[in-house]
C-alpha cells in the first residue's frame, strides 16, 4: 500500500503530500526510499509507528522536523505549508524527544536553565537574563508532575541525572509549550526496562492532560500495541498496516511478528 488516509474524519492536523525522498542520486548507492508517499494525521490522535531498519521510520520523522527536505511533495502543519520552513523555525510548534537522552537537553546545564530555554523558544531572545527566577515555582509544579523528586532539584546539572529521569525532563520541555506536534524518536530505546515503562506512563499522561497530537516511532511492540489509538507499520517508504481504534485494539503483538514474517518472506529473507 503506497500511501496511508488518515484514521479520523476531521481535517488532519498534518498532511505529508506526494513527498519523493532520493539517497545518493545518480549513483550506485542510490536509494529510492518515498515515492508518492502521503500520510494525515488527526488531531487528538496518537500514532504509533514500528518498521525494520531502512523502512523510511526516521527520514519521516526528519522530514516532519526539517533535519531533511523532501525532494518532491509538501508538508502542512494546521493547514500551513511548512515545507520549506528551517528546522529551528519548525521547533517552535514541533516537540522532539530523542533515542538518546543526551539529545533532548544540555547537561552542563541545570535543570532549571533547561527549563528556562525551553519556557522561552516561542519568543525572541534580548539582552536580558537567560532564566527568570520568578517561574521557578512554575517550573517546580511541572516537575511535579513526573513523580520524580525533580522539583526539589533545580540546581541539580542534568547530566547527573539518570537516563531515565533526562527522558522523562526531555519530555516535559518539549511539551512545556504549546505544540501542535509531539514526536517521539524512539524515545525509550536506551533506557532499561523498568525506565520504559516510567516514561511511557508519563508519555501517555502528558499526552492525554494536554490532549497533544503524537507521533512515537518505535521498536518496542508491546508499547505500540499498548499506547495510542492508531499503529502504522512501515516498508521500504510504504505503509504496508494502517490500524486505528477497534481495529488497532483487536491487534497483539504476534499479529506484528507475523506481518514482519511476511515481509521477510516477500523479501526472500
Do not use: W
Not at 523510511?56 to 518532491?72: F, I, Q, R
Not at 546539572?157 to 509549550?177: D, N, P
Not at 515503562?197 to 516511532?217: D, G, N
Amino acid at each position: 500500500m503506497p500511501s496511508s488516509t488518515a484514521a479520523k474524519s476531521e481535517t488532519p492536523i498534518v498532511s505529508m503530500e506526494h513527498i519523493y525522498k532520493i539517497f545518493n542520486p545518480g549513483s550506485v548507492n542510490e536509494v529510492v526510499l518515498f515515492q508518492d508517499f502521503n500520510l494525515q494525521i488527526a488531531r487528538g490522535s496518537f500514532v504509533s509507528v514500528v518498521g525494520s531498519n531502512g523502512s523510511g521510520k526516521t527520514t519521516m520523522l526528519n522530514l516532519l522536523c526539517g533535519s531533511l527536505s523532501p525532494d518532491e511533495g509538501k508538508i502542512f502543519v494546521q493547514g500551513k505549508d511548512i515545507t520549506k520552513l528551517r528546522e529551528y523555525e519548525r521547533s517552535r510548534f514541533l516537540g522532539r524527544v530523542f533515542q538518546d537522552p543526551a539529545s533532548g537537553t544540555c547537561p552542563q546545564l541545570t535543570i532549571l536553565e533547561n527549563m528556562a530555554l525551553a519556557d522561552q523558544k516561542q519568543g525572541h531572545y534580548r539582552l536580558r537574563p537567560g532564566v527568570n527566577r520568578k517561574r521557578a515555582a512554575f517550573y517546580q509544579e511541572q516537575l511535579s508532575l513526573l513523580h520524580l523528586g525533580l522539583e526539589d532539584k533545580l540546581e541539580v546539572s542534568v547530566g547527573s541525572l539518570s537516563g531515565g529521569q533526562r527522558q522523562a525532563l526531555a519530555l516535559l520541555i518539549a511539551t512545556m509549550t504549546p505544540i501542535d506536534l509531539l514526536i517521539l524518536d524512539e524515545h525509550t530505546a536506551a533506557l532499561d526496562p523498568r525506565s520504559s515503562e516510567t516514561v511511557m506512563e508519563l508519555t501517555q499522561r502528558i499526552v492525554q492532560e494536554k490532549q497533544i497530537t503524537t507521533l512515537m516511532v518505535t521498536h518496542n511492540l508491546k508499547f505500540a500495541i499498548g499506547f495510542g489509538d492508531r499503529l502504522l507499520m512501515m516498508h521500504r517508504g510504504h505503509v504496508v498496516l494502517d490500524a486505528a481504534d477497534a481495529q488497532k485494539d483487536a491487534l497483539d503483538v504476534k499479529d506484528l511478528t507475523d506481518r514482519f514474517n511476511e515481509i521477510s518472506i516477500e523479501d526472500g529473507n
